[in-house]
């Protein structure tokens, strides 16, 4: 047990470590870097969940129904936003 928690935590932590790193460069705007490491957090917490605690239930059901509709909420707007500003840097 002590193993898997372990392992969850450098998951979410490396990812957020990685992708902070990614777009630490390119992103000069606080809001969309903050955005971004929360989805990057949560996307990681419901890996651990599905992934390494696949027996046991670290979220609810309706709280995992909640986050994976949150997560797919923000994918949808992460994307609309990079399109949107690569649209507008292209004209």
């Known amino acids: 047990m002590i193993t ?7 998951i979410i932590i490396c990812s957020v470590y990685f992708v902070n790193k990614m777009f630490i460069n390119d992103t000069k705007d606080v809001l969309v870097r903050f955005i971004i490491l929360v989805f990057t957090l949560l996307v ?3 890996i ?3 992934v390494i605690a696949f027996r046991i239930k670290l979220l609810a059901d309706e709280t995992n129904k909640e986050l994976f509709d949150l997560i797919k909420t923000l994918i949808l707007m992460i994307f609309s936003y990079y399109f949107g500003t690569k649209n507008n840097k292209n004209e």
């Open 4 to 10: 898997g928690i372990i392992m969850g935590l450098s």
């Open 44 to 46: 990681a917490l419901f």
């Open 48 to 50: 651990v969940d599905k």
